[in-house]
Structure formats: C-alpha cells, structure tokens
C-alpha cells in the first residue's frame, strides 16, 4: 500500500493548507523550523500529511506566515470536530479537490444555485435568520460557488433527482432562472449533469445528498450532508461504498444530453407559469 493510503485526511488537509501559506509568504521550510524550534524535515513531514503539527505551535505559525488566523481555524475545523463550520469546511475540501462527484434529492447544490433561488432556500430550511443573515449567507454561498466553478477548479460531476423540478422552492420566475444557469453551465462544458427519474427504481439515492473529493496528492473522501450538518471520512471502505452507489446513479440516470433537454422543458413550462402568474 502506498504511504498516500495511511495518512489522515485532517494531517494531509492542513498541511496543504500550511505549504499553501508558506509559499504566499515567501518563506522557507528552514525559516519556519527556526522558528518554532524544530527540524526542516518535521515541516516537510507535517505538510506532506505525515505527521501533525502540534497544537502549541499553530498561533506560531499563522503569525509567522501572516495568515491572519486562517491556519488556527482550519486548524480548530479539522481537529476539533465539535467546533467545525461544516459549510466552510466542506467548500475548503471542494476548492481543493480535482474531482468532484455530487449526488442531490431534492434541490440544486449549492455549487450551481443562483441568488434567489439560494435566498428561498435559506428562507426555507432556516426560517429564524434575519433578512440581513439570509443575505449574508446568500453572498457567500456565491462566493464559494465561484472559487469552485472558477477557471482551474475541479471537474464536477453532478446527479439530481428530477424531483428538483417537480417540487418548486420558489416562484415559477425564479425556478427558471436557477434551470437557465444550470443549461448554460452544462453546455458549456463546464459541469456535467444527469437526470435522476424521479420514478426510476430501485433509487439508490434515498438516503439523502453526498459528495465524493478527489485528489491526486490527499486521500479520497466522503462529505455526506444535511442542512443542518454534514460528515466527512476517508475511510476507503465508505469511499468505495458510496462510490459504488454514485456509478449505479449515474448508470440509471439520463444521458447530460438528455438531461440538458429535460431542463429546457421544465424552464419553458416554469416560463409560461411565470408568464401567467
């Protein structure tokens, strides 16, 4: 087994982030070792992900590094579960990733979603935000969306459930605002995109949305989410499980072709509603 294959996913996670950082300082490995008193091979060791850095010297490094607190908090997100923004945590691992395999039942993902169609969702799933912490959180999810989406960032691969068509989140207008977006970026090249027959049977995608990562230099992961939390693990076993369970979508859902021309029907019918509202 490779030495890749046995180190942690946190280990390996931070010290990309921690090689990252360096690299925007301008410092070398020798410079940081100096300064918290360590060997260079320990800092080669730590942002190759085969060994952790000790808690002690993380507010060491960040100031050192000029991170400004960012090292501490991936940090804090990767060690201290208790204490993980699991939206946050989850666009690092995306931003990061090569490949992206998402599976979604009942919405667009967060990647693909427009403004208003963000807005209602946030509305909806979290009723007791303020106007201002729903707008908020709005522009940050497109934020994300863009770092992701970017030029340079991963592949991604996405299988929805029709029922994201049949069951509207917001009006007919908006509805078809946020199936426009999702044409024109799978037309585009950018993303790939299947339909998943709302009927198709047996659907092994029933209990709920996940996301495999991949990487060339960090372990595969899992992210399985709810809109109140999610779980990330690289165990392979959960990987290749759900791998598995990502092939049988995509083997059973629709062509992207397909899909792209389904989307088009639902955005003229969406249309004529609006148009009629």
């Not at 009942?106 to 912490?133: C, D, H, M, N, T």
């Not at 605002?177 to 047996?202: C, F, K, N, V, Y």
């Not at 230099?217 to 165990?235: F, M, R, W």
Request: proline share 5%.
């Amino acid at each position: 087994m490779e030495e890749s294959d046995e180190r942690k996913a946190p280990d390996v996670r931070f010290g990309q982030a921690l090689f990252r950082q360096r690299r925007r300082a301008g410092r070398t490995q020798e410079a940081l070792a100096g300064h918290i008193s360590c060997s260079s091979g320990h800092i080669s060791h730590v942002e190759n992900g085969r060994r952790p850095l000790s808690e002690a010297d993380v507010s060491k490094v960040d100031d050192f590094l000029g991170a400004g607190g960012r090292l501490i908090r991936v940090y804090g997100d990767l060690y201290e579960p208790e204490n993980v923004d699991w939206l946050g945590q989850l666009h690092e691992l995306q931003a990061e990733a090569d490949v992206i395999r998402e599976y979604h039942n009942s919405i667009f993902p967060g990647v693909v979603q427009r403004a208003g169609y963000a807005e209602a969702v946030f509305k909806s799933g979290s009723s007791w935000l303020s106007a201002e912490e729903v707008a908020d959180s709005v522009k940050l999810r497109l934020e994300r969306s863009a770092v992701v989406l970017g030029a340079g960032g991963p592949e991604y691969h996405v299988v929805m459930d029709d029922i994201v068509l049949h069951r509207p989140v917001a009006c007919p207008g908006i509805m078809k605002d946020q199936i426009d977006a999702t044409i024109e970026l799978a037309e585009s090249g950018r993303i790939m995109l299947q339909l998943h027959g709302w009927d198709q049977l047996p659907n092994p995608g029933l209990d709920g949305p996940y996301s495999i990562l991949m990487s060339a230099g960090a372990p595969d992961l899992v992210h399985v989410e709810s809109i109140y939390g999610g779980q990330t693990t690289d165990d392979p076993l959960s990987v290749r499980r759900f791998g598995v369970l990502f092939s049988r979508l995509q083997a059973n859902a629709r062509s992207p072709g397909s899909s792209v021309a389904l989307l088009k029907e639902w955005s003229e019918k969406y249309g004529r509603s609006a148009r009629s509202a």
